[in-house]
């Protein structure tokens, strides 16, 4: 049974005022006016962490109210920092399965409720006890993986400075992303130490955010073509590689064959770049390039809104901010609006018929590929 | 460090698989024939790094590495000394329960180490 995106919703994403439940409605109720207000029988709703960054639990019960939606059916769904692509993925299970003909699938994160070291220490937990114990957190972790990859690859520390160029330059067209000045090359390297070889520019900010879409069961530009998902080992070192995800190669490999297609035949793509080398490997494991070239793609502007093959052209996680839930989500969202032609000053330079959202679950150990594209008029 | 130095490791019989302790089921393969075993307490430094914005209680700053011993049996290990270059061998020892390298291996290699498969 075909599914579609027929609407989406994006708040502004940055230090907000409002309460979880409010962003998640201001996105909501964004995506339930773009269908008028049609009736949905299903809500969908995704976050990491509620309970621990703003003290919310049951949100999907309270957030039917806050939508006026009453007595639908509806849930929660939770995958670490890929929550919001989880959620997406089971609501077009249920729609798809015939049990509900129009799901809201609503997802996002308010995190700056907390001063930044207890959000780190919520971050961490989604990490293997026996890496808390070593004083490892995100960006540590992140940063041994990209220590590996440029040792394995022979590249210079400032290999993944290009990627955080790129990011905020798109992100400065994007009016709801965190960031909206661009950076050079020489800021990255002149921000703070992170986590060697990680620096502040490399790393995602900490973020309020929520994004939403509507589902139904129908045709059109944002179709749902394939979906995949794997999680991997949570610690780090039982896995055998380091420098790729398996989990996002997993995820990849599925939705490439429940859509029957292949990368070549994707027009762009939103990675989750938490951190920039993250962007490097997540176009490697989508098999966009091979192992070892995805940073030369970001150099050359093989990547670029005019690229042959553009990421990000939201501005990624690195110029949009990392509300940990919304982040999967939003990638979704910004995928249909340009397969929609309702990207404004993102929109690339040629109108995509089809793009790819990935997204990564803790420190890649639940990753989701979600592919999107014309199931209309004119579809192939 | 003395040569006899080992590290606890645990085997699984049914995949094979090489993990640490305290382990069980496999995280692999789900099996539960599993065998306590050992390894030299030295290793190769695969990747390194400094946190300059540690964890609340941890040291600024904070060195972790990730070190592969024998039998392709890695180990995340807090490095209280100068951040080893990757590639270097290293002694690696259980403290409580983490893991810390102790320096540079003594024995310093006598035959090349085995190359890391990534």
């Known amino acids: 049974m075909k599914v579609a995106v027929t609407s989406t919703g994006v708040g502004r994403f940055g230090k907000r005022p409002e309460s979880l439940l409010e962003l998640l409605a201001e996105a909501g109720r964004e995506a339930l006016d773009g269908i008028g207000r049609k009736p949905v029988d299903l809500l969908v709703v995704g976050h990491m962490a509620g309970g621990s960054f703003s003290g919310v639990e049951n949100t999907a019960a309270k957030l039917a109210d806050q939508l006026g939606l009453d007595s639908g059916a509806g849930f929660r769904i939770e995958a670490a920092s890929a929550s919001g692509a989880a959620a997406f993925q089971a609501a077009v299970g249920l729609v798809a399965g015939g049990g509900y003909e129009r799901a809201l699938v609503v997802a996002g994160e308010k995190m700056t409720d907390l001063p930044n070291a207890e959000v780190a220490k919520v971050l961490a937990r989604s990490l293997a006890a026996s890496e808390i114990a070593h004083g490892a957190t995100m960006p540590a972790l992140a940063a041994l993986v990209a220590s590996r990859y440029l040792r394995r690859y022979e590249l210079g520390e400032d290999a993944f400075d290009v990627v955080s160029v790129a990011a905020r330059a798109a992100a400065s067209r994007n009016p709801n992303a965190q960031f909206s000045t661009a950076v050079t090359a020489d800021e990255v390297r002149a921000s703070r130490p992170i986590a060697l070889p990680l620096r502040l520019l490399h790393c995602s900010a900490v973020s309020d955010g929520a994004a939403a879409v509507v589902l139904e069961r129908a045709t059109g530009p944002a179709g749902v073509l394939g979906l995949g998902q794997s999680t991997d080992h949570v610690e780090l070192v039982e896995r055998p590689e380091l420098t790729s995800f398996r989990a996002t190669r997993l995820a990849a490999k599925r939705a490439y064959e429940s859509a029957h297609q292949t990368r070549k035949e994707l027009d762009f793509a939103e990675l989750h770049d938490a951190f920039a080398p993250f962007a490097v490997i997540d176009l490697e494991d989508i098999g966009a390039t091979g192992a070892g070239e995805g940073a030369a793609w970001f150099r050359d502007g093989s990547t670029g809104p005019d690229g042959r093959f553009p990421v990000n052209p939201s501005g990624g996680i690195l110029g949009r901010g990392h509300p940990v839930g919304a982040s999967g989500l939003v990638q979704i969202a910004e995928v249909a609006r340009q397969l929609r032609g309702e990207s404004g000053r993102m929109a690339l330079a040629k109108r995509p018929r089809r793009g790819l959202a990935q997204s990564i679950g803790g420190l890649g150990s639940h990753n989701f590929v979600t592919i999107l594209g014309n199931t209309g008029v004119g579809a192939a | ?118």
């Open chain 2, 1 to 118: 460090m003395s040569s006899a130095a080992t590290i606890a490791i645990v085997r699984c019989e049914h995949c094979h698989g090489r993990f640490l302790p305290p382990g069980g089921p496999c995280p692999r393969c789900g099996s539960s024939e599993l065998v306590s075993g050992t390894i030299p307490a030295k290793a190769t430094v695969l990747a390194a790094t400094e946190l300059l914005a540690p964890a609340a209680g941890w040291p600024n700053p904070h060195r972790l590495a990730i070190v592969e011993g024998a039998e392709s049996v890695r180990i995340l290990a807090i490095v209280p000394g100068d951040l080893p270059a990757p590639g270097a061998v290293v002694g690696v020892a259980r403290v409580g329960d983490r893991y810390e390298v102790t320096g540079p291996d003594p024995e310093r290699a006598p035959s090349s180490p085995r190359r890391p498969r990534n």
